[in-house]
């Protein structure tokens, strides 16, 4: 059978892009807008497709209510769950190129941890804080912990392996922290911090789709840019100084991305895990390894997975609320074993 190739040449490395790729972008923009829909409209308060349509688009539908319920409540909490799953899907691709390892994922390399930190830290001891510093304290505390776990596994040079041993130690460390502040702090607020740890898009408002949206606008673009030299050091530090990358830099700048997402998207949401896994498994069996292509998809992959989580968990127990983090751990912890026990021998 032949198969139409797009060629991609470029400074660093030339590679191939499948011609089906666009068909499946546009097959999973068409499964997210559907996704959206129908989480928008499911609810205590069911609103039909047709008369979301109408009140998007600023047509009367005969029911004052429904502006209100979709455009105040729904909405904002469904762009956020989208939002979420692209900023984690695109950090677990980063990383997993990184490392050049297919089970790396911000929580499991320990990111998820430090962002966690930081943004407890915020809602346990600065409680009133404005909502703003969330994003910037949890990219803070990834931050930290990506200096700390690139610091402890240089070795003339940034090991993979060490990477990913000293990511798991420090998560734990960071793990441990939070816990101690979740003991000592006002019941109050360990209460929030509690909820907001299990990972949830429940109660969130257009404030959090817009302090989320400038992260996404800065580093997705940015990743898309780097997606070439995440090509080259993929292959190899070896093959990558051949090709003419400057492999720790480039390797930094991306570390710098990835945390980035991960954090605005902890902040935002809480530790909704897995996604960083799950997400560019499934975009390598549609479009390859090639990251021009890989990034898009997984990022695409994210957020309906994220969307279908949390209209899974209204579903499941109606009326009561099942967080999406516990959904994508329901789904994300089987599914990594699966690729523990298939990649054992490798």
Request: glycine share 10%; charged share 10%; hydrophobic share 55%.
């Amino acid at each position: 059978m032949k198969v139409d190739w797009l060629v991609i040449r470029s400074p660093a490395i030339s590679f191939r892009i499948d011609r089906r790729v666009p068909v499946i972008l546009l097959c999973l923009t068409v499964g997210i807008v559907v996704a959206m829909v129908m989480n928008v409209g499911q609810g205590e308060y069911p609103i039909s497709p047709l008369n979301i349509v109408k009140t998007l688009l600023g047509i009367d539908t005969g029911n004052p209510d429904h502006a209100f319920v979709i455009e105040d409540l729904r909405l904002p909490r469904t762009l956020v769950a989208f939002m979420v799953g692209v900023a984690l899907a695109i950090s677990g691709t980063v990383f997993q190129g990184l490392t050049r390892n297919p089970l790396a994922d911000p929580g499991i390399l320990g990111i998820n941890a430090g962002a966690s930190l930081g943004a407890v830290a915020v809602i346990v001891l600065l409680p009133s804080a404005p909502i703003y510093t969330l994003p910037l304290s949890a990219f803070g505390g990834a931050l930290l912990m990506a200096v700390l776990i690139y610091s402890l596994a240089w070795n003339q040079g940034s090991s993979p392996i060490l990477l990913i041993l000293m990511g798991i130690g420090l998560s734990a460390i960071a793990s441990a922290i939070t816990s101690l502040m979740i003991t000592y702090g006002e019941i109050y607020d360990v209460s929030n911090a509690l909820v907001w740890l299990a990972g949830s898009v429940y109660g969130r408002t257009w404030e959090q789709v817009f302090s989320l949206l400038p992260w996404l606008i800065v580093f997705v673009p940015m990743a898309l840019t780097l997606a070439r030299h995440l090509n080259a050091l993929n292959l190899g530090d070896d093959v990558a100084k051949s090709l003419g990358s400057q492999v720790e830099w480039q390797r930094g700048l991306l570390t710098v991305v990835g945390v980035a997402l991960a954090g605005a998207g902890v902040a935002t949401a809480g530790n909704i895990g897995f996604i960083g896994l799950i997400a560019p498994h499934l975009g390598r069996q549609l479009v390859g390894a090639t990251h021009e292509a890989l990034i898009p998809t997984s990022a695409l992959l994210g957020g309906v997975i994220v969307v279908m989580a949390d209209l899974l968990g209204r579903m499941l127990f109606a009326p009561i609320e099942l967080p999406c983090g516990v959904i994508t751990a329901a789904i994300g912890a089987p599914y990594f074993l699966y690729l523990l026990i298939r990649n054992r021998k490798k």
